[in-house]
């Protein structure tokens, strides 16, 4: 018995020993493997508070400069040029009065009245029948929600892709919020919903592409712009249409504190025109879950002249699919079952 008892007392010793060295390693490498995130994400909290301090700064010397030199807008507004980009404490721009009259001969300004500027952001819930209903008396939205002023010429044809999979509460959110504004930007546009289906990860990119072939039936669209479907934005002058270089309407965000992650960032919201996208060959289609697709576009434009790289290979030009479609008055869904068979690449 006093033997036994020894053994149990030992026993427990080293079981306790073995729980305490457990514990403390298992704590040691969860340290040292979430402590560069931590470390990351408080530099980056300090760095932005400092361009924050920065950019107030500057904001309140633009205002005491307006105020002193007494040089406001003529629709009453003294918010800059809202194109999203990093310099948006710019002059003043001028926009057109209220009471400008429009010609259904001539190209629609790009500075209209109705863009005041900063807009409300209404991310309560609301269902798609609501939104359907919201929509049903503007008799001017055709089916895929398709519209066209009809008071001056589009200086734009805009086909917005939206890449999908499960977002459902998000979609209703997105027209209610964009629809307006791209009307009172005076542009011609319609939204193309592209969905995966299928166990393969999330292809943003395929799905863009794939988007963006179907599109290309329908119109002749001259902008395409790819659109997360929880990105939306602030402020109306975020014009909408392309450029001679590509455009990324989406480099404040929220949750980067409104300063650019890092310089190559071309994420959420961007836009070329169908000439740009044509000659980069679309996306990559290799981009198998989040991430790395937009900068890898943007890469693509900048090498365009001088890269004989994979682009020209894997894009546009092999990918194969057979979508289903189907039309409603907001939107046209483009469903597709993505898999890796669908865009073979030869050797480079």
């Known amino acids: 018995m006093p033997l036994f008892r020894k053994v149990l007392r030992v026993s427990n010793r080293s079981m306790l020993a073995f729980i305490f060295f457990f514990s403390f390693s298992s704590s040691c490498l969860y340290f040292i493997y979430v ?26 010397g633009h205002m005491i400069r307006l105020y002193t030199n007494k040089n406001t807008t003529l629709n009453g507004t003294d918010y800059p040029e809202g194109n999203n980009s ?27 009245p109705y ?27 055709k089916p895929g929600g398709h519209w066209k002023p009809k008071d ?20 209703p959110i997105f027209f209610r919020h964009l629809i307006p504004m791209l009307q009172k930007q005076r542009l011609e546009f319609a939204f193309y919903v592209v969905e995966q289906t299928g166990t393969q990860p999330f292809n943003r990119a395929m799905l ?7 599109a290309m039936k329908d119109a002749v669209w001259d902008c395409i712009i790819f659109h997360d479907v929880d990105h939306l934005p602030e402020n109306d002058r975020n014009y909408y249409g392309c450029g001679e270089m590509p455009r990324h309407f989406a480099a404040k965000l929220d949750k980067y504190m409104y300063i650019l992650p890092y310089n190559e960032f071309f994420g959420g919201v961007s ?10 060959n679309g996306f990559p289609n290799a981009f198998w879950g989040w991430g790395g697709e937009d900068d890898d576009l943007w890469n693509r434009y900048k090498l365009l ?13 092999n990918l194969i699919y057979t979508p289903k479609i189907l039309v409603s008055r907001l939107y046209k869904n ?15």
């Open 152 to 171: 001056c010429k589009p200086r734009w044809k805009v086909a917005i892709l939206i890449p999908f999979r499960n977002r459902h509460e998000h979609l």
């Open 271 to 280: 836009g070329l025109t169908v000439e740009q996208f044509r000659k980069i």
């Open 86 to 112: 990093s310099d948006c404490v710019a002059q003043t721009t001028m926009y057109l009065p209220e009471n400008f009259t429009y010609s259904p001969y001539q190209a629609c300004p790009e500075k209209l």
């Open 305 to 317: 002249r001088y890269s004989r790289e994979r682009q020209y290979i894997d894009g546009l030009n």
């Open 115 to 141: 863009m005041r500027g900063l807009i409300d952001v209404n991310m309560s819930e609301i269902s798609f029948d609501e939104i359907q209903e919201l929509f049903s008396k503007d008799l001017d939205i």
């Open 208 to 214: 863009f592409n794939v988007g963006f072939k179907e």
């Open 35 to 60: 402590a560069p995130g931590i470390a990351n994400t408080y530099l980056f909290m300090v760095q932005a508070r400092g361009i924050m301090l920065r950019e107030n700064v500057k904001t309140i």
């Open 334 to 348: 483009i469903t597709v079952n993505l898999m890796p068979e669908l865009a073979p690449v030869r050797d480079y």
